[in-house]
């Protein structure tokens, strides 16, 4: 097993939190997407200007995952939660993104990042977590309800012009 170091990200780390999160989504998605809808969302979530501003934003949270000090994923964490209209929770978090970089899978980044967002929740009073998972990524939503994750709604995601049926997932604190 890898040892993973975790550290919240500085605005140092935008380079390379924009290459890992437009990478990774490229590697599982990118084929599911007409080109220019593919380069508007990731314009609009992974370009440098995008990641500063979430990085900058005090409603954002970020953790790092290192293995032998390079990046190997991260998990962007928002409260409260966008997606509040969806459950019942009064103080929801939601997990934006939990990414590892390209072949990392497997290897301990996402339980480790998962353990610090359930912490960071749990610290800042938050009644539940949130997510959204695309409806066909089924490796995905086999590690949420490990974590006790369920369904509790079908929400819209967008990538450019093109909806995607995402699942929203909940697990109550």
Do not use: Q, T, W
């Given at each position: 097993m890898d040892r993973i170091a975790l550290r919240p990200a500085t605005p140092a780390d935008v380079a390379a939190l924009s290459a890992l999160g437009r990478?990774?989504?490229?590697?599982?998605?990118?084929?599911?997407?007409?080109?220019?809808?593919?380069?508007?969302f990731l314009e609009q979530t992974h370009s440098p200007a995008a990641v500063a501003g979430e990085l900058a934003d005090p409603e954002r949270?970020?953790?790092?995952?290192?293995?032998?000090?390079?990046?190997?994923?991260y998990c962007k964490l928002g409260f409260p939660s966008s997606l509040a209209g969806h459950g019942d929770a009064s103080r929801p978090l939601e997990i934006k993104q939990l990414y590892t970089a390209p072949g990392m899978t497997g290897r301990g980044l996402g339980a480790a990042l998962m353990d610090w967002a359930i912490a960071e929740a749990r610290g800042l009073g938050a009644d539940a977590i949130q997510l959204s998972v695309w409806s066909?990524?089924?490796g995905a939503q086999r590690f949420y309800a490990r974590y006790g994750f369920v369904k509790v709604a079908d929400i819209d995601f967008w990538v450019g012009e093109q909806r995607d049926e995402e699942f929203l997932f909940a697990l109550g604190l």
């Open positions: 990478d990774s989504f490229v590697a599982k998605f990118g084929d599911m997407y007409r080109p220019e809808d593919l380069a508007a949270r970020y953790c790092l995952a290192e293995i032998d000090g390079a990046l190997a994923g066909g990524n089924d």
